[in-house]
């Protein structure tokens, strides 16, 4: 679900035409904030990047903080609406919790996979002292782990996955291992590394 708080979107006037189309702008930041995190991103980093003004942008955002809000706001739809195609590919439970584990895996490695997660980054760097963004964290995190738990009981009701299997720890655990590959892929492992951590998760379904 989108957030519905005001930094999410740029301010802008009545009437007024927008000078720039805030996805893009926000994608580029998005990127900025992935590779350098919150606190070693810059305005002047930002501004290079979203290709806008000092001024153009402090007329739609009112601070870094803001930026960087509607930022993770982007990222984690952006994510949702990747991986929604492949999990409606498959057919049964299974074949889409290994849709999801794959994906995870496919988005970890090399660049991508150094350019890391803002979600894992935002938990780290400003979660701890800044309550607004402790809650998109915990939020993006319950998303994922909802939708694990979902499909794990998808996957018991098509007989895909075993009826004994505990739904919540189950979830919970795949939840870690996913958000782990993010951080490990953070580091350049190899797209090898990552698929093969994916499809041994696959055996906590068995």
Do not use: W
């Amino acid at each position: 679900m989108k957030s519905s708080s005001s930094t999410s979107l740029p301010r802008r006037g009545p009437g007024r035409p927008r000078e720039f189309d805030p996805d893009v702008a926000l994608d580029r930041a998005l990127l900025v904030f992935r590779e350098r995190g919150y606190h070693a991103a810059s305005m002047g980093d930002l501004s290079a990047a979203m290709k806008l003004t000092a001024g153009s942008i402090y007329k739609a955002f009112a601070d870094k903080r803001a930026i960087f809000l509607a930022a993770f706001d982007r990222y984690v739809d952006l994510r949702h609406a990747q991986l929604q195609p492949l999990l409606d590919a498959e057919r049964n439970g299974f074949g889409k919790l290994r849709a999801l584990l794959r994906f995870y895996a496919e988005t970890s490695h090399d660049l991508e996979g150094r350019r890391g997660c803002l979600v894992i980054s935002g938990a780290a760097e400003l979660a701890t002292f800044d309550k607004e963004m402790a809650a998109r964290v915990t939020a993006a995190l319950q998303r994922v782990e909802t939708l694990l738990r979902d499909l794990i009981g998808r996957g018991q009701a098509d007989g895909s996955v075993p009826a004994a299997l505990d739904r919540n720890a189950t979830a919970r655990a795949l939840l870690c291992l996913v958000q782990g590959l993010r951080v490990v892929g953070k580091v350049g492992r190899s797209r090898a590394d990552m698929i093969a951590a994916a499809d041994r998760a696959l055996q906590l379904l068995a």
